[in-house]
């Protein structure tokens, strides 16, 4: 009884917050030589947590509150995944050109000039843009062709583009925000090289020279509000939005809230009238790239690009434009 009793105080001070029953169960699986039953170290526990008797075991440290003790445990805080989420807000008279899916190096320059000459008559003052402007093919987790990866390259095109983006639009607002396509590069990292990850140098603002460009990153799924539209890349939402129709009606069903995306490389609105004639319409907008990837050359897509107006707090006009054959068409 003398060592039994010596193993049950060692573990009502290891663990003394621990019901008797889910106690006893501990000793006993660690201690079987001592212990020849469950039912005899639950006795044991019970009578040393006792035997002071009844009006002292009371204010015994070993037991719970629901035994009659008085240690209360202490809820430990959550872990937050993603610091400082939130939406990020643009109001005010704004002139915005969105451009997405460009997906560089295998953009088409022909489409990206044309969308940038037609927004430079607009006096664009932001230049959004919203995902999948990278494609990282070479640090993809697809199969891809071995003759095709060229880390090296790809950044250096994608320098070069940004570097010609800054002079065409040299007094705008310019805000990159990251795509599933992006976001290829951090998780590589990841897996890759986790060593790197906290070396400046190869931060994803820092490689691509942000601040020299004087470029606003938006990452974490974050989306972005211009009055009362919000814009997301599209992959925000895990489960396809593309489905039921089309994307823009596939977004009004997830979102409920007058929204545009791109992602899905194709054209489409969707409008809907609630109880007090309130509208509502989500826009999808196309790609700038390949329209005939060799991972799906038969498909939807299509060129083009977005411009959208706003003023005050509220109000915004949205401008869809396709490209075929080299001229602009609006929706």
Request: glycine letters at 4%; hydrophobic letters at 35%; aromatic letters at 12%.
């Amino acid at each position: 009884m003398a060592l039994q009793g010596d193993v049950v105080k060692k573990y009502l001070d290891k663990f003394p917050n621990t019901s008797s029953r889910a106690l006893s169960r501990i000793i006993y699986n660690e201690n079987k030589k001592i212990f020849t039953t469950e039912s005899l170290a639950y006795s044991t526990v019970r009578y040393y947590r006792n035997a002071a008797g009844k009006k002292s075991a009371k204010n015994s440290p070993h037991l719970t509150p629901f035994e009659g003790g008085n240690a209360f445990p202490k809820l430990p805080e959550g872990i937050t995944s993603l610091d400082n989420w939130e939406i990020v807000k643009i109001t005010g008279d704004h002139n915005v050109l969105i451009m997405g899916d460009i997906h560089i190096p295998y953009h088409v320059k022909s489409i990206v000039e044309i969308a940038v000459k037609t927004a430079k008559k607009r006096k664009i003052d932001i230049v959004l843009l919203n995902g999948d402007i990278f494609d990282f093919f070479a640090i993809s987790r697809w199969e891809k062709d071995p003759t095709k990866r060229d880390l090296s390259k790809e950044i250096n095109v994608c320098l070069q583009f940004l570097e010609w983006l800054r002079h065409k639009f040299p007094h705008a607002r310019i805000i990159f925000k990251h795509g599933n396509h992006e976001e290829r590069y951090e998780r590589y990292m990841w897996l890759k090289a986790p060593e790197l990850l906290k070396i400046d140098n190869f931060s994803f603002p820092n490689l691509f020279h942000f601040s020299q460009y004087g470029i606003e990153e938006v990452k974490d799924m974050k989306p972005i509000k211009l009055n009362e539209l919000f814009v997301i890349h599209g992959h925000e939402y895990k489960f396809s939005i593309s489905n039921p129709v089309n994307p823009a009606r596939g977004l009004y069903l997830r979102s409920k809230k007058n929204a545009i995306t791109n992602h899905f490389h194709q054209s489409s609105s969707h409008s809907e009238k609630d109880i007090e004639d309130k509208v509502t319409t989500c826009w999808s907008l196309p790609c700038m790239c390949d329209l005939h990837p060799d991972y799906m050359p038969l498909n939807k897509h299509n060129h083009g690009f977005g411009i959208v107006e706003t003023s005050g707090d509220k109000f915004f006009n949205v401008s869809a434009y396709k490209i075929i054959d080299g001229r602009i068409f609006s929706e």
